[in-house]
């Protein structure tokens, strides 16, 4: 009896002084859900993890892009790109067991392929279509509504992104990169197709009555060998990364390799500056939309080949980055691999063509 009331005295005592405020208890509620909610995560992402060790995410390349082959032998993926659990074909007869199966569009285009549109697709397997080429230039596309699954482009908005280069951010500020200190030429341009009607024609035609503008490649008959090539543009302050087409985002090559590989300062025409923006920092080049004249763009430019201190600062960004280009399609298809679980899983491109018009 009087055990039992001092056990209730007490019950009484613990539940007054003791009782957790309702905010201490939410806390916790909010605590153990997040550590079961991250512990779901961790699992699931273990799981990912161990699906890919025991089963190979398989690519079909049904043709290879431009009629140039390459070697597929070995665990490429991994040895090349340490990418594990990617399988990269370019054997038609594993049709039914690709996960994806890649279409490039230029050899569609020009009928040197066809679609297998009779193909039995097992219900998992998604179509890739493929192009790195600015939106003009794809042809006819109505031809393809309701084929496709996936697109895989330089566009930002592609399933599969995937861009002529991009800048690394270095772990610490280096300090090993120097501008080339053997430049001698205002500005250089590589140009295979020169065609009047191109607006990069006449912003060339109008800066070489100002400045000394050395051209190179196909239209100049001076094709440089690939070894020359960065040495070569190396000795120039500027060089010209005017793209073909202006389609937004088509950012190629010609800014990642020919300009920023070479070390010297591009002087870009084609997607507005904040297309540039997004992908390399705002010093980092010359966009010709940025003066009110050609004219005026010259003048700036000669201005800066006569203050090294000027001109250097558009080099201050290499500190904290590096350049990395891609060239290689295996690179590019291995490392769909690691993306792979967040592709869309159910999709269909009613109107690739429109999905294209950007
Ligand atoms: C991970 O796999 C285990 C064992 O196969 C399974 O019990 C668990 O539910 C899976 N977890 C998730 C988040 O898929
Ligand atoms: C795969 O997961 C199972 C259980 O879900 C586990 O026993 C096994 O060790 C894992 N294998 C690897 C290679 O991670
Ligand atoms: C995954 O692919 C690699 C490389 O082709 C191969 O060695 C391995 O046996 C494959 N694993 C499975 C489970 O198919
Ligand atoms: C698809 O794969 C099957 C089975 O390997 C093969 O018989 C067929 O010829 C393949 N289809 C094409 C268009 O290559
Ligand atoms: C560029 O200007 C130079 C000197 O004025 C001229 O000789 C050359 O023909 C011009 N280049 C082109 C491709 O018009
Ligand atoms: C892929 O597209 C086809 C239409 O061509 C559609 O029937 C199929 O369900 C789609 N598959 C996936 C996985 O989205």
């Known amino acids: 009896m009087l055990k039992g009331s001092s056990m209730r005295w ?3 005592w613990i539940k007054k002084h003791l009782q957790p405020p309702k905010t201490l208890i939410i806390l916790f509620l909010t605590i153990s859900f997040i550590c079961s909610w991250s512990l779901m995560v961790d699992e699931q992402h273990l799981n990912g993890s161990n699906e890919s060790i025991t089963n190979n995410i398989t690519i079909l390349l049904w043709h290879w892009p431009y009629g140039t082959r390459y070697s597929l032998t070995g665990n490429v ?71 496709f699954n996936l697109t895989m482009s330089y566009h930002p908005h ?17 300090l090993d990169f120097v501008i080339p200190q053997n430049k001698i030429y205002e500005a250089c341009w590589v140009v295979s197709n020169y065609q009047k009607r191109h607006k990069r024609s006449a912003v060339f035609q109008e800066l070489n009555k100002t400045l000394d503008v050395q051209l190179y490649g196909f239209f100049a008959k001076k094709i440089l060998p690939k070894e020359a090539l960065l040495p070569t543009i190396s000795r120039c302050y500027f060089y010209l990364a005017f793209e073909n087409t202006n389609s937004p985002h088509y950012i190629t090559e010609k800014l990642w390799r020919n300009a920023f590989q070479a070390g010297t300062v591009p002087v870009v ?26 004219k005026a763009l010259a003048e700036y430019l000669r201005g ?8 250097s600062a558009y080099f201050t960004w290499r500190q904290d980055y590096t350049v990395k280009l891609y060239t290689d399609w295996r690179e590019r298809l291995c490392n769909i691999c690691p993306i792979f679980g967040q592709l869309p899983t159910q999709k269909v491109y009613e109107d690739l063509r429109a999905w294209t018009k950007w």
């Open 269 to 294: 025409l084609g997607p507005p500056r904040r297309d540039y923006e997004d992908v390399a920092p705002s010093k980092s080049f010359i966009h010709v939309d940025d003066f009110k004249s050609i």
């Open 10 to 12: 007490r019950w009484r």
């Open 77 to 147: 993926c991994l040895r090349d790109y340490g990418i594990s659990g990617c399988v990269l074909v370019d054997d038609r007869t594993l049709n039914e067991s690709a996960d994806l199966v890649v279409f490039h569009n230029f050899e569609l285009k020009l009928h040197r392929e066809h679609l297998p549109v009779d193909l039995h697709r097992p219900a998992k397997q998604r179509w890739v279509w493929l192009s790195l080429e600015a939106s003009e230039n794809n042809g006819d596309l109505s031809q393809y509504n309701n084929l």
């Open 158 to 174: 592609a399933d599969i992104t995937v861009p002529y280069g991009k800048l690394l951010q270095r772990k610490k500020p280096g």
């Open 304 to 311: 800066l080949t006569k203050d090294p201190k000027k001109y």
